[in-house]
């Protein structure tokens, strides 16, 4: 049981809301509660009842909903101060949301349905009052100026600690559609079993795994196990995503019985993680997905916010859900190792990510360029670190890329239609999402959008990270491609940016501007 107490106005109810998505429990409104079994208005009850009688109501309906059962429970502002609800409190996890007085009034902004904007001396009883939320909290957050979105997921992490292991990142990930940590950091492949919740309980584990993981995956099914594991080999790589594929993973699993309430983990690359999650989000409508990461594309990137796909021979990954994994594991010894594949293409999702979040980040990931060549295991984590914070941060907001999420497809747009036409392999690479960055800075630049230093940082930026930087593409050839595009939608929307860290979505091009991109692109 969670239970948000503070002033009104501190968000209880909004911030409430969000933190029973990201938990996947119910939310309930005390004061909400009571007007509906009432059938009148808090205000009412006060102008026809009084103070007391309204009180003795919210005691023992507050009674009731913290009485043996999990949910998000916002309190109106005054119920925490009666002494037998503090002491009901006791035993819960109580979030005291604080909020300055100004900004609390501010956002109420004379609300004519709260009984006490009708009294004098509301500043008075507002400095009552915080004696006493002090003193139940369990975990106090502060509201001044911030989303609802930001203090939500602030509250879950304080409720959630992640495991303590030395030198690893872990992130706590909060979406609609699951919050689960996004561990990284050296040394993690014999911590895998403990690192996934719920391990334990159930009967089958599916491993779907990379062939060239396949040691990896061996060392993760002797922790968990043999006997429960289920081992499933397949290729890694974008020639993988089929629907034949998914189609054997998921008979060998019926043949198994696997139950939704066992768990599918992946080990391997991006395109191992997509089949694992894709099968997990299909098979008994829904069942848990672990992630063990091993390129560094994977763990910088696409393991972390819950995209599924396979392809067809007429565009990548037109097939798709978004299932959100229970736990992500991302050893970064095992992506920095020589013989690791999908390394170039995860150096272009670092750049990427820095390049979306600001001059900062560019220059923290500069300093660390060669240092990432060389496949320095510190550097591998340092920016595996900030790659998936700065993610998680992004999904977090827009799990289905409805808004700003959409600012994660820079440079993609223009690189798997690159890749379609030329044929490289984005999964080995690197090029084509490396050459999207730089076509679409000068694409920006032709509109006005960036200036010659910012086309020369991502110019810098790519080049330190041993990254292609140029190509020559045909204008006409390039919009055909696009047609093929999910994200196609009467015409090519590009993100561009007005500056570095300034990303813009929806973005358009002429035939003209395009044409005089590209041969920018291909002069450098």
């Given at each position: 049981?969670?239970?948000?107490?503070?002033?009104?106005?501190?968000?209880?109810?909004?911030?409430?809301?969000?933190?029973?998505?990201?938990?996947?429990?119910?939310?309930?409104?005390?004061?909400?509660?009571?007007?509906?079994?009432?059938?009148?208005?808090?205000?009412?009850?006060?102008?026809?009842?009084?103070?007391?009688?309204?009180?003795?109501?919210?005691?023992?309906?507050?009674?009731?909903?913290?009485?043996?059962?999990?949910?998000?429970?916002?309190?109106?502002?005054?119920?925490?101060?009666?002494?037998?609800?503090?002491?009901?409190?006791?035993?819960?996890?109580?979030?005291?949301?604080?909020?300055?007085?100004?900004?609390?009034?501010?956002?109420?902004?004379?609300?004519?349905?709260?009984?006490?904007?009708?009294?004098?001396?509301?500043?008075?009883?507002?400095?009552?009052?915080?004696?006493?939320?002090?003193?139940?909290?369990?975990?106090?957050?502060?509201?001044?100026?911030?989303?609802?979105?930001?203090?939500?997921?602030?509250?879950?992490?304080?409720?959630?600690?992640?495991?303590?292991?030395?030198?690893?990142?872990?992130?706590?990930?909060?979406?609609?559609?699951?919050?689960?940590?996004?561990?990284?950091?050296?040394?993690?492949?014999?911590?895998?079993?403990?690192?996934?919740?719920?391990?334990?309980?159930?009967?089958?584990?599916?491993?779907?795994?990379?062939?060239?993981?396949?040691?990896?995956?061996?060392?993760?099914?002797?922790?968990?196990?043999?006997?429960?594991?289920?081992?499933?080999?397949?290729?890694?790589?974008?020639?993988?995503?089929?629907?034949?594929?998914?189609?054997?993973?998921?008979?060998?699993?019926?043949?198994?019985?696997?139950?939704?309430?066992?768990?599918?983990?992946?080990?391997?690359?991006?395109?191992?993680?997509?089949?694992?999650?894709?099968?997990?989000?299909?098979?008994?409508?829904?069942?848990?997905?672990?992630?063990?990461?091993?390129?560094?594309?994977?763990?910088?990137?696409?393991?972390?916010?819950?995209?599924?796909?396979?392809?067809?021979?007429?565009?990548?990954?037109?097939?798709?859900?978004?299932?959100?994994?229970?736990?992500?594991?991302?050893?970064?010894?095992?992506?920095?190792?020589?013989?690791?594949?999908?390394?170039?293409?995860?150096?272009?999702?670092?750049?990427?990510?820095?390049?979306?979040?600001?001059?900062?980040?560019?220059?923290?990931?500069?300093?660390?360029?060669?240092?990432?060549?060389?496949?320095e295991q510190q550097a591998v984590a340092e920016a595996v670190a900030a790659s998936q914070e700065f993610k998680a941060a992004i999904v977090g907001r827009d799990e289905r890329e409805t808004g700003e999420r959409t600012y994660l497809n820079y440079g993609h747009t223009f690189g798997h239609a690159i890749e379609w036409l030329l044929g490289l392999?984005?999964?080995?690479?690197?090029?084509?999402?490396?050459?999207?960055?730089?076509?679409?800075?000068?694409?920006?630049?032709?509109?006005?959008?960036?200036?010659?230093?910012?086309?020369?940082?991502?110019?810098?930026?790519?080049?330190?990270?041993?990254?292609?930087?140029?190509?020559?593409?045909?204008?006409?050839?390039?919009?055909?491609?696009?047609?093929?595009?999910?994200?196609?939608?009467?015409?090519?929307?590009?993100?561009?940016?007005?500056?570095?860290?300034?990303?813009?979505?929806?973005?358009?091009?002429?035939?003209?501007?395009?044409?005089?991109?590209?041969?920018?692109?291909?002069?450098?």
């Open positions: 049981m969670v239970v948000l107490i503070g002033f009104m106005g501190a968000g209880k109810s909004t911030v409430g809301r969000i933190v029973a998505d990201l938990l996947g429990v119910p939310f309930v409104d005390s004061d909400v509660l009571i007007e509906r079994r009432e059938g009148r208005s808090i205000r009412e009850m006060f102008d026809l009842h009084g103070e007391p009688y309204f009180r003795q109501i919210e005691r023992t309906v507050v009674a009731e909903l913290l009485e043996d059962r999990t949910a998000v429970v916002a309190l109106g502002g005054g119920a925490a101060l009666d002494p037998e609800i503090g002491r009901m409190l006791a035993s819960h996890t109580v979030v005291y949301l604080e909020v300055p007085y100004d900004q609390a009034m501010e956002r109420i902004n004379g609300d004519a349905f709260r009984p006490l904007l009708q009294t004098s001396g509301v500043r008075q009883v507002y400095e009552r009052r915080l004696p006493v939320y002090e003193s139940l909290a369990t975990i106090r957050i502060d509201t001044g100026g911030r989303r609802a979105d930001d203090i939500a997921v602030e509250v879950v992490r304080a409720m959630v600690p992640p495991p303590v292991l030395p030198e690893v990142s872990s992130l706590l990930v909060s979406t609609v559609g699951g919050t689960y940590f996004a561990h990284s950091g050296p040394r993690l492949i014999p911590e895998t079993a403990r690192l996934i919740p719920g391990i334990g309980d159930a009967e089958h584990i599916v491993l779907v795994t990379a062939r060239v993981d396949e040691t990896i995956a061996e060392t993760v099914a002797e922790q968990l196990g043999r006997d429960r594991v289920l081992m499933l080999p397949v290729d890694d790589g974008e020639a993988g995503k089929t629907f034949e594929v998914i189609a054997d993973i998921a008979q060998r699993m019926a043949e198994r019985a696997v139950h939704r309430s066992d768990i599918v983990v992946g080990i391997g690359g991006e395109a191992v993680c997509e089949i694992a999650g894709l099968v997990a989000s299909l098979f008994n409508r829904g069942m848990p997905l672990a992630l063990v990461p091993t390129t560094l594309v994977a763990q910088a990137d696409s393991a972390l916010g819950g995209k599924n796909a396979i392809s067809l021979p007429q565009g990548r990954n037109l097939i798709g859900t978004i299932h959100q994994p229970v736990a992500v594991v991302a050893d970064t010894d095992v992506a920095a190792r020589a013989d690791q594949r999908g390394y170039s293409a995860g150096l272009a999702e670092i750049a990427k990510h820095a390049l979306l979040d600001g001059a900062a980040a560019v220059e923290r990931v500069m300093a660390l360029a060669p240092r990432l060549r060389e496949r392999d984005a999964s080995v690479e690197g090029t084509p999402i490396a050459v999207g960055m730089m076509a679409a800075a000068h694409l920006a630049r032709v509109q006005g959008r960036l200036t010659d230093a910012d086309v020369d940082t991502h110019r810098r930026l790519l080049h330190a990270l041993g990254l292609p930087i140029a190509a020559r593409i045909d204008v006409d050839r390039l919009q055909s491609a696009w047609t093929r595009d999910k994200k196609y939608d009467h015409g090519v929307r590009l993100v561009l940016l007005d500056g570095i860290g300034a990303p813009a979505r929806g973005c358009t091009a002429t035939r003209e501007e395009l044409a005089a991109a590209l041969d920018a692109l291909a002069a450098h």
